[in-house]
């Protein structure tokens, strides 16, 4: 079936560039999309990119995709002790349902 | 900003006992969802409902699940005996019609069951 991967930890530094992989399976994917989940608090819509567009720059994020290799990522810029929390990629079917990564904990090292 | 918005924020409850999670959708919003996510692993869809039926649902959403929208604000989910494994926390989420729609998402509720 579908299925989206992400890689569990990302550990960087503050200042510097953190950069979240995400591969998916279905490639009538219209939508991929980037949520943040703030412990204990819901999930935040921060960015998408359309399957026909391979980049958007939205300030400091910046999403990159592959629609050969269905390949996706989330650069954010200058990264900050606030940008703490796990990231979610999700693919969105044709259906409309949302098919999920696990999630990737962004660790902040000052 | 319009939200989508859910009661209770954590509900304790015993097994075997019935719960109803709420949710108070974007109010032009016309396709509901909810979601699950057990602690540590990968949110779930659940269900997605719209025109007051069941568009689509998971192998997760069996006969103890059922959802309902009362009185045409409220969206509710209700798990009638709980058992340990549907401790988790459970999304609603709305979006409106058109051919770009995002969902929205709510806090979430955090379901124990005990």
């Known amino acids: 079936g579908e299925d989206v991967e992400q890689s569990l930890f990302l550990s960087v530094r503050e200042g510097d560039s953190s950069v979240i992989n995400c591969t998916y399976t279905?490639?009538?994917?219209?939508?991929l999309y980037w949520y943040k989940q703030e412990p204990g608090a819901g999930l935040q819509l921060l960015t998408y990119i359309f399957s026909n567009m391979d980049m958007k720059q939205d300030q400091r994020l910046t999403v990159l995709l592959n629609k050969k290799d269905k390949h996706l990522s989330l650069r954010i810029a200058d990264t900050q002790t606030g940008d703490s929390a796990i990231y979610f990629c999700?693919?969105?079917?044709?259906?409309?349902?949302?098919?999920w990564g696990a999630g990737t904990k962004l660790i902040i090292k000052p | 900003e319009p939200e989508v918005t859910q009661t209770p924020s954590h509900q304790v409850t015993q097994m075997g006992q019935e719960v109803i999670l709420r949710c108070v959708p974007i109010s032009n919003h016309l396709y509901f969802y909810w979601y699950r996510q057990i602690l540590g692993q990968k949110v779930e869809f659940l269900v997605s409902?719209?025109?007051?039926?069941?568009?689509?649902k998971s192998e997760i959403f069996d006969d103890q699940f059922s959802v309902e929208r009362p009185d045409g604000s409220n969206f509710t989910l209700k798990i009638r005996s709980t058992k340990l494994e549907d401790s988790a926390m459970y999304f609603c989420?709305?979006?409106?019609?058109?051919?770009?729609?995002?969902?929205?998402f709510g806090p979430g509720t955090r379901l124990t069951v005990l």
């Open positions: 989420a709305s979006r409106g019609a058109g051919a770009y729609n995002e969902q929205f």
């Open positions: 999700a693919a969105r079917r044709e259906n409309y349902q949302l098919i």
């Open positions: 279905d490639s009538s994917s219209t939508y």
């Open positions: 409902f719209y025109n007051n039926e069941i568009s689509e």
